[in-house]
């Protein structure tokens, strides 16, 4: 259902008992966009939702969450960007879920802290390979398996079609340098996580988007093991800085930075 005013314009699905407001845009109006998007969380809670949340294109998978700033550093490539208002459209609703990215001006010292991790991975039989860019929709389909067992436990969290996963991410091969994207696998040789991770515009910048372990593996060291092949591979490529991006306050990847980073954006998303 499409919601708009002279101000504002959102949609309004529900997903099991959830109610998801998304697609949202909106002038600087705070007074029309805040009944518009009340409109729409009664409207959701009427047919059902028990909780209604936004902004999120319909999941998890999609773009969702408001970028709160600040706004001193330019956007990291992919980050997602609106007006700086609209944090102030939202700022009546609760905030529900926190995220952030962190910058690490250099990776160098991080690397000879991770090298005993890493070595304990590989005591304990796991192996490392990067993306095959001769196979890139068999890649890409084992990353969307792996993400449905990684993620699914993650609050607001709704399974994807392998067909509508390989859509999200038609031409993402332009962007990979297979360094950067890392298949860990236990003694048996099966796939059991991944990191991802691609060069910034930005001259010397990777931005490190997901590392994802499934459950049974989370004891291992592989998610460190992971991140210390990766900084390798980026300063070899002449590529310090670290941009940590979109981790939910929560997360275990916030503390991959092992205090060296230093938070530059945050963003949230709301319950209504």
Partial sequence: MIFENTAARCTAMLRADLGVIGFFEAANEPEKVQALLREAAASLRAQGATQVVG???GDTWHRYRVNVGPFDDP?????????PYYAELWSPFEVIERYSSKRIDDVTPLIDQLAAMHARALQRGYRFRSFDAS????????VWRLSLEIFKGNRFYFDIAREEFLKLYAGIERLLVPELVLFALDANGDEVGFLFAYPDA???VVDYKTIGIVPAHRRGYVGWA???RAYASALAMGR??????????GNASQSMDAGHGVTFREYYLYTL
């Avoid at 956007?75 to 007006?83: A, G, H, S």
């Avoid at 800085?241 to 306050?249: I, Q, V």
Wanted: aromatic share 2%; net charge negative; proline share 17%.
């Fill in 55 to 57: 902004p999120m294109d």
């Fill in 75 to 83: 956007p990291f490539l992919l980050e997602p960007v609106n007006p």
């Fill in 135 to 142: 196979r890139v929709e068999e890649e890409l389909t084992l």
């Fill in 202 to 204: 930005k001259p010397g």
């Fill in 226 to 228: 992971l991140l210390h």
């Fill in 240 to 249: 310090p800085t670290a941009n940590h991006c979109l981790m939910h306050e």
